[in-house]
């Protein structure tokens, strides 16, 4: 079993900036692949940043220019900066992270608040 915990996440004016992280233990070797997503109240759970083991990155378009996806492979720990936040951020962050096995492990969520 993997275990993923985030962390990071809270209370933060638009405009304001936030780093969630992302820890994977356990059975895991490596992370083949992490992503970040974000899920409101009846609203299904979207992507919001995806790295793979290669380093190639892809976005949401709502993230592109204020998110940066990273992860420190050796520690098997994973970030997403958050700047330039606005209201519509506010949403459950969930981390999936996908281990050399190619099976993939959810995270409790952090919740992120985008209010003044």
């Known amino acids: 079993q993997v275990q993923v915990v985030e962390s990071g996440g809270g209370l933060v004016q638009p405009g304001g900036s936030l780093r969630l992280s992302c820890e994977a233990s356990?059975?895991?070797?490596?992370?083949?692949?992490m992503g970040w997503y974000r899920q409101t109240t009846g609203e299904e759970r979207e992507l919001v940043a995806r790295?793979?083991?290669?380093?190639?990155?892809e976005y949401a378009d709502s993230a592109k220019g204020r998110f940066t996806i990273s992860r420190e492979l050796r520690k098997n720990v994973g970030y997403l900066q958050m700047n330039s936040l606005k209201p519509e951020d506010t949403a459950v962050y969930y981390c999936?992270?996908?281990?050399?096995?190619?099976?993939?492990?959810w995270g409790q969520g952090t919740q992120v608040t985008v209010s003044s």
């Open positions: 999936n992270v996908v281990n050399e096995y190619r099976v993939g492990f």
């Open positions: 356990g059975e895991i070797f490596s992370m083949y692949a």
């Open positions: 790295i793979r083991i290669n380093g190639f990155t």
